[in-house]
């Protein structure tokens, strides 16, 4: 009987957390003795704690982003160079900044090595 109402507790938090903004009322299942509830309380504390070791929003913005970073150094540099050169950065996400200035064409790749295509022409088409 203990197993049926903590499954029903279960499933009621997860309707309640997945309502649109309209709190159920418990019914008299979800009056239980606090007993029932201890039960199911170390199931949920080996839960794995979320850490940030992301910088806050407001934080320094003196330097320039990744995307700034990388395509300064898209002058004839492979791709492990530039990994190399962004001390800290994680290899995928320097792979994905590289793979989104592919797509805008902002850098080309020639013979293995990046370059930066010319600034000039997309202040030209901005000019025009």
Request: aromatic share 2%; with cysteine.
């Amino acid at each position: 009987m203990v197993k049926v109402l903590s499954e029903l507790e279960a499933t009621e938090r997860v309707l309640a957390r997945y309502s649109k903004g309209t709190q159920s009322k418990r019914t008299a299942a979800g009056k239980t003795s606090t007993s029932a509830r201890k039960t199911a309380a170390p199931a949920q504390s080996g839960r794995r704690q979320r850490t940030t070791a992301a910088k806050p929003a407001g934080s320094n913005r003196s330097e320039p982003s990744l995307g700034d970073q990388i395509l300064a150094l898209a002058n004839g540099k492979t791709q492990q160079e530039i990994a190399a050169a962004c001390k800290g950065v994680r290899p995928n996400h320097i792979g994905i900044a590289i793979a989104r200035h592919k797509r805008a064409g902002r850098i080309a790749e020639r013979d293995g090595k990046l370059y930066a295509t010319q600034a000039t022409e997309s202040e030209h088409h901005a000019a025009v």
